[in-house]
């Protein structure tokens, strides 16, 4: 049975609408998701802050040698919790779906309310790391609030554009199981393409091309611009919200055609 | 409103939808019930086909069928999983559902705070769930345990939570597959009783199991599946527990 663009349409829509009013499961949810990720351990959630500072701590020493990028470990720090906070949010959205195959086959929850789920449990944890994110600078750069606004007005554009995009990998991922490997390679590739520890030097050619054409640039730029240079990065804020509106419309489209038939594959 | 299901001539048929992989071809079919037409990638089951029947207030029905006959199928569509892709159906009431005893269960965490999760994922209120809090757990006789982790807990443990929760807030309409013929004969003997206490508060249950006793003790109408279609719908003389 093919759908109408209306009823593609009306579908999402009840779909989304449903998802955000069911917001106490999808927070209750979240919360003890976390809570199982670090239950047995003394430190907690505060492994994730460990995590992250051993992370950029370990790139700022192999990459910063003779490095010629101005507050190299900040423009790293900061480079780093960007990319961690999206590449873990793909990662763990393609599965999703086949993951929750329990609860989609067994329950009336909306798909959203996984998506929300996941989408809460990334800021839960992105706001953990994102406090050694802020110690760090605080120790490196020490910007100032306007600073620190204009790169959380870039982080709030990330945050937004999250449940679009879990929506479209999770469902990938459901109808395409192969997605997961694809995904995990090109996200371990991408860590190295994406200028995360590197810049490009206005000389043309591969590198300058990985650096334009590659949309995570931009969502890089947009938070570590303001803290590394003191810059609202405008071209790259309206480039970032171009693309999240695009991915919230697919988003939308997808899920209105295929809610239905995925718990028939999943 | 009265509470009331109704279906007429309600089918279910969907497109087998062979996950995109780079996988070799399996040419296995697929574990499930119902009839298989097409070949290659256009392949359809037809899970239920024309299945019409009518519960009201009371009723008690025993679905019956051997494994694929649809039975599971029927009672997701009656939840509300599935919906149906030909005929109609129409149910008025509030839906509970009992398929998988762990399902929405978290083994990490406590009896009490799956019973908060558990409520949150029926719809319920955080009023709702603390003031039936009480009731879930003398029903379901765990004592301390409720605040032990869930997945410390037996099958019988387990089961007498779940049907603790799905029935304390007395659903309009209550569906069950199988797994209540599982547990000690005392829960089943207390299952049993609130089952009837639920129907008789106007409510009503729909079981699928292959136990012809417990078909027989708990329901008032039975509907009996074959390949997806109805090969019986009629009263059962009544037998309480």
């Given amino acids: 049975m093919r759908m109408t663009l209306q009823e593609v349409f009306k579908g999402a829509l009840a779909e989304i609408a449903s998802g955000f009013r069911r917001y106490p499961v999808w927070v209750a949810l979240a919360r003890e998701s976390i809570g199982d990720q670090h239950r047995r351990t003394t430190l907690g959630p505060l492994w994730l802050v460990l995590n992250y500072f051993l992370f950029a701590g370990a790139f700022v020493v192999v990459f910063g040698h003779r490095n010629e990028i101005e507050n190299f470990p900040a423009y790293v720090a900061t480079g780093l919790y960007v990319w961690l906070l999206m590449s873990e949010t793909i990662n763990m959205a393609v599965p999703l779906f086949r993951r929750e195959a329990n609860y989609i086959k067994g329950t009336t929850l909306p798909l959203f309310v996984y998506v929300m789920r996941l989408a809460m449990q990334t800021v839960i944890r992105g706001a953990y790391s994102g406090a050694g994110w802020i110690v760090l600078m605080l120790f490196l750069v020490q910007p100032s609030l306007e ?51 590197w810049i490009h030097g206005n000389d043309g050619g591969l590198r300058q091309m990985l650096y334009e054409y590659n949309p995570f640039t931009h969502f890089l730029a947009i938070v570590r611009q303001p803290i590394i240079s003191g810059e609202l990065p405008v071209m790259e804020l309206v480039l970032c919200l171009g693309i999240s509106a695009f991915a919230w419309v697919l988003a939308f489209f997808l899920l209105g055609a295929l809610r239905k038939k995925v718990v028939f594959v999943v | 409103m009265t509470v009331s299901i109704k279906a007429q001539s309600v089918g279910l048929r ?109 719809g319920w209120t955080r009023q709702q769930i603390e003031e039936a809090m009480p009731e879930i757990i003398e029903f379901s006789e765990l004592g301390d345990f409720i605040d032990m982790p869930f997945k410390s807990y037996s099958q019988g443990m387990a089961a007498r939570l779940a049907f603790s929760v799905a029935t304390t807030l007395t659903p309009e309409i209550l569906l069950m597959d199988e797994w209540i013929g599982a547990g000690d004969a005392a829960f089943q003997k207390k299952a049993g009783e609130r089952m009837n206490a639920l129907t008789g508060q106007a409510g009503i249950v729909v079981l699928a199991s292959h136990n012809d006793k417990l078909i027989r003790r708990v329901c008032n109408k039975v509907l009996v599946l074959e390949k997806g279609r109805v090969k019986k719908f009629a009263p059962l003389e009544k037998k309480r527990a």
């Fill in chain 1, 147 to 197: 600073q620190w606004l204009m790169a959380f007005a870039g982080l709030a554009v990330i945050v937004l554009a999250l449940p679009a995009v879990i929506t479209i990998f999770a469902l990938l991922g459901a109808f395409f199981p192969d997605f997961e490997f694809i995904t995990g390679n090109l996200v371990r590739v991408g860590m190295f393409l994406t200028p995360i520890f």
């Fill in chain 2, 14 to 122: 969907y497109r087998i939808l062979r996950p995109l992989t780079l996988r070799p071809k399996d040419k296995r079919l697929l574990k499930t019930g119902g009839t298989i037409s097409g070949s290659g990638r256009r392949q359809h089951v037809q899970a239920l086909e024309d299945v019409s029947f009518e519960l009201s207030a009371g009723d008690r029905l025993g679905l019956v069928g051997a494994n694929g006959a649809g039975k599971t199928t029927l009672l997701k569509m009656l939840y509300g999983i599935m919906e149906p892709t030909s005929g109609s159906l129409s149910i008025s009431g509030r839906v509970d559902a009992l398929f998988n005893i762990n399902l929405g269960f978290r083994p990490e965490a406590t009896g009490r705070r799956n019973i908060e999760l558990r409520g949150l994922i029926n």
